[in-house]
C-alpha cells in the first residue's frame, strides 16, 4: 500500500497544499485544480475546517491523492486516517508520531530537515521524507549531497517554492513530488478565485512537463 501511494505520487508530482477555513469550499477548490490536471491534494490541519474538508474531498473525488497534511499529533493521525488519507504529512519529524501512523497502515511523510531526522525515519521504514522549508534548508544543492548518500531515500521539498523554482526541484533525481501553497493560496481559496487556481494549476503542469 506505502508503494502505491509512493508511485500515484510520483506520478502525480505535484501536491497542492491547501489551508481551507471554510469546508464548504473544499469541494469547488479541487474541482479548479482537477480542471488544471492537479492529481493530489493536501489538507493541512491548520484550521478547524480540516477534517470535515477532508471528508468532503474523499467523497466527492474517489480517484484524487489526498493528503492530511500539518499533521501534529495522533489525534489527527486518527482523524486523517478515518477521513480516508492516502498519506500524512507533518512538518517536522516526531518519533512517536511516524511509528504510531504506521501501525494503523497509514503512509506517513514526516518533515525532516536534516541527516539524523532522515537516517531515523529510514530506520522506520519510510521511504519518502517531506523536506521543509526546503528553499531555507539549502534547496536542491542540498537535496542533491543529502540524497547522493541515502541512494534510495526520496524527497517531497515543500516551503518556497513556486512557479519560478518549482523546475529545478523536479528536475533533481531524488525528488518524487514538490508541494506548495502558491497554486491555491489560502486568499485565493476565501475569496473563491477559481479560475485562478485552474491557471495555476495549468501553469504548473505544464511547466513540469517542459
Ligand atoms: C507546507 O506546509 O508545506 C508549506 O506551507 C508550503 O510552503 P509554501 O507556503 O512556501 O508553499
Redesign the pocket.
Known amino acids: 500500500k506505502m508503494q502505491d501511494v509512493y508511485q500515484k505520487l510520483e506520478e502525480a508530482a505535484l501536491v497542492p ?1 491547501l489551508v481551507i477555513d471554510q469546508e464548504d469550499k473544499a469541494i469547488p477548490v479541487c474541482e479548479a485544480l482537477i480542471k488544471g490536471g492537479i492529481r493530489c491534494v493536501e489538507i ?1 490541519y491548520r484550521t478547524a475546517a480540516a477534517s470535515k474538508a477532508m471528508r468532503l474531498v474523499r467523497k466527492n473525488f474517489p480517484e484524487i491523492l489526498l493528503g492530511a ?2 499533521v501534529l499529533n495522533r489525534g489527527q493521525i486518527d482523524d486523517a486516517v478515518d477521513a480516508g488519507a492516502d498519506f500524512i504529512v507533518s ?1 517536522g519529524f516526531v518519533k512517536e508520531n511516524v511509528v504510531y501512523g504506521m501501525k494503523k497502515g497509514a503512509t506517513m511523510i514526516p518533515g525532516c530537515a536534516t541527516p539524523g531526522e532522515m537516517e531515523q525515519a529510514m530506520q522506520l521504514g519510510v521511504k519518502v521524507v ?1 523536506f ?2 526546503a528553499v531555507s534548508f539549502g534547496g536542491v544543492e542540498a537535496l542533491n549531497l543529502i540524497g547522493n548518500v541515502y541512494g534510495d531515500l526520496k524527497f517531497m521539498p ?5 512557479y519560478s523554482n518549482m523546475k529545478e526541484f523536479l528536475s533533481c533525481p531524488y525528488v518524487i513530488a514538490t ?4 497554486m491555491a493560496t489560502r486568499q485565493m481559496i476565501n475569496e473563491g478565485a477559481y479560475e485562478e487556481i485552474t491557471e495555476n494549476a495549468n501553469l504548473a503542469v505544464t511547466r513540469k512537463s517542459e
Open positions: 497544499v493541512t497534511g500539518t512538518p517531506k521543509f522549508p515543500t516551503g518556497g517554492i513556486n508541494g506548495g501553497i502558491w
